[in-house]
């Protein structure tokens, strides 16, 4: 199985950037449909990315859609959020999650279809 690390989190201003990393060990991460999932206090856990096995297809929920970025580096077994244009709704505990996939081409929105969880990071930003 693999074992999932994010980094990258903290507290920024609005209008700031971050980048997320998602450090992957134990099996080679090309095997792997990646996802970004948030969860801020009393709200459920949403999809924030969502990245296919080769990187060639990905998807982003609404509300991040034109500011976040996700990317992954096979070599490097790493995931990567990019955070641009911050707002204090995106204040959150960041989580990478990992499922295995026949498909190379297709990325996966659905939390319950995610089998391996990082520990998440927190990102607060204030106004």
């Known amino acids: 199985q693999v074992q999932l690390v994010e980094s990258g989190g903290g507290l920024v201003q609005a209008e700031d950037s971050l980048r997320l990393s998602c450090a992957a060990s134990g099996r080679t991460l090309s095997t792997y449909a990646m996802g970004w999932f948030r969860q801020a206090p009393g709200k459920e856990r949403e999809v924030v990315a969502a990245?296919?096995?080769?990187?060639?297809?990905?998807s982003y929920g609404d509300s991040v859609k034109g500011r976040f970025t996700v990317s992954r580096d096979n070599v490097k077994n790493t995931v990567y959020l990019q955070m641009n244009s911050l707002k204090p709704e995106d204040t959150a505990v960041y989580y990478c999650?990992?499922?295995?996939?026949?498909?190379?081409?297709?990325?996966?929105?659905?939390?319950?279809?995610?089998?391996?969880w990082g520990q998440g990071t927190q990102v607060t930003v204030s106004s």
């Open positions: 999650a990992a499922t295995v996939t026949i498909f190379s081409g297709v990325y996966i929105l659905e939390k319950n279809a995610y089998s391996y």
């Open positions: 990245i296919s096995r080769s990187g060639t297809s990905t």
